[in-house]
């Protein structure tokens, strides 16, 4: 097909750049253009009708979730007092429900990707999921479906 194509993938026009120069030029000098990204019915379950980074389209709303993203990040980086408190509250969480599930068999899996969910969430938009919360398990099963298709 060449360096450069497009095609239609569903009812999204797809743009394939299958170059070193080519795809430099498409998101160093052209990437506004670029940088949009399809919605979906799956990435808006997953993210809250496209308020994240990654699926978004490129917006005044995405540039600034960038923004936030990256000064927590830096603050990460810096080893602040507030990332300290944030994850020492995930830790705390997790080690009651260890303490609640002593004698019970526990997948840990779910706990785990919780406890990493809430310190990004809580750097980025002041919230956390609790155990057990509907919203969370809903992302979690849309994210093992992709993870589940990618594979």
């Known amino acids: 097909y060449g360096s450069l194509y497009s095609f239609m993938m569903g009812s999204h026009y797809v743009v394939v750049v299958n170059n ?6 498409v998101l160093l000098k052209k990437g506004k253009t670029f940088g949009g990204r399809p919605r979906t019915v799956t990435t808006d379950i997953l993210t809250r009708d496209g308020k994240d980074i990654a ?5 005044p709303t995405w540039k600034f979730h960038r923004k936030m993203v990256h000064s927590a990040l830096c603050m990460f980086g810096e080893g602040t007092v507030a990332i300290e408190q944030i994850i020492s509250r995930e830790a705390a969480s997790m080690c009651q429900t260890l303490t609640s599930f002593q004698t019970t068999p526990l997948d840990m899996a779910p706990e785990l990707t ?9 750097l980025c938009f ?19 479906g992709i993870v589940d298709t990618v594979a």
Do not use: H, I, P, Q
């Open 126 to 144: 002041n919230t956390r999921y609790k155990r057990g919360e509907a919203e969370f398990k809903t992302m979690l099963k849309y994210s093992k």
């Open 55 to 59: 699926f978004a389209d490129y917006s």
């Open 20 to 25: 070193y120069e080519d795809a430099r030029e």
């Open 114 to 122: 919780r406890a990493v969910t809430n310190v990004v969430c809580s």
